[in-house]
């Protein structure tokens, strides 16, 4: 396989709204640097895979049945040629340079497995987008009922890292899902994202992954994206994507911190999916 500096892959599920201003920010940027956009459609009912289509050189794959954020992600790594591989959500604008930054920053940390930028919110305020890892105080405090009294606690703040210098390049234990630069070598120590999970909590798991092999993980403020950070679990305390995060987080718990039941064991099979995910592609 011959290699090119970097691969995008962005994963769309009716974002029709968001996914021309992503490309239309995204597409010169890699282009000028000899890199490569692969976009992986979740069978959406809107235009999202059409409005992807006109953009030329960018791979676009269509699913015939709808699979979750690491399946997608993985399908669209398997697909890469890239020396590195950018997940960005495509809810996301990406701003002049800040692919360099990420390139050149990684290129000078070789023990760095993934970085991810300083993203914004549209109004230009910063996103706390690098995190602590979940404590059982963390989670009661943002997924809870108890959450509408502790928003502004310091359990909730410290998961956000709001003490965080954010003007300062520096080592987190995680970094939000929309924008996870990695090093190819990733997929080959750590393996690529646990499809035990659906939707949410991925990145923790892959960043942990990472910290157990002697990855570091760094945030890169340097470079910065815009991210209009639909957060759909945010939104209401009771709704299916808030269901889906529990579902998820008591995954990553029994992963971690529970001892191992063999009828409910769910050790990850991130190897096998990996090498069945590129025997079904090549």
């Known amino acids: 396989m011959s290699q090119i500096p970097l691969s995008v892959i962005s994963v769309t599920h009716n ?43 960018i791979a676009v794959y269509i699913n015939s049945e709808r699979r979750g954020f690491s399946a997608n992600n993985n399908f669209g790594m398997a697909k890469a040629n ?78 956000l890292m709001q003490d965080l210098d954010h003007s300062q390049v520096q080592p987190v234990d995680w970094l939000l899902g929309a924008c996870m630069f990695i090093r190819r070598e990733i997929l080959e120590t750590v393996g690529p994202l646990d499809e035990g999970y659906f939707l949410y909590v991925e990145d923790i798991d892959w960043a942990r992954r990472m910290h157990a092999a002697n990855w570091d993980v760094y945030y890169v403020p340097t470079a910065q ?40 064991s769910i050790q990850s099979n991130c190897d096998q999916v990996w090498q069945s995910t590129l025997r079904t592609i090549n």
């Open 82 to 159: 890239g020396r590195y591989l950018l997940l960005l959500n495509p809810d996301t604008e990406v701003q002049p340079g800040a692919l360099d930054q990420m390139i050149d920053f990684m290129e000078s940390h070789p023990q760095v497995g993934m970085c991810g930028a300083q993203l914004r919110f549209p109004d230009g305020q910063i996103q706390p987008s690098p995190r602590r890892f979940p404590t059982l105080g963390s989670t009661i405090a943002r997924r809870s009922p108890l959450r509408v009294f502790l928003r502004n606690s310091h359990l909730n703040q410290n998961h």
């Open 15 to 57: 974002h029709s709204t968001y996914i021309g201003r992503c490309l239309d920010a995204l597409v010169p940027e890699v282009s000028r640097i000899g890199g490569e956009v692969i976009v992986v459609d979740n069978c959406s009912d809107d235009k999202s895979a059409k409005i992807a289509k006109k953009y030329p050189n």
């Open 225 to 264: 994206i815009i991210h209009h950070h639909i957060a759909v679990s945010d939104k209401k305390l009771l709704s299916r994507y808030m269901w889906m995060h529990f579902i998820s987080m008591w995954r990553y718990t029994r992963k971690y911190f529970l001892p191992p039941v063999p009828f409910l």
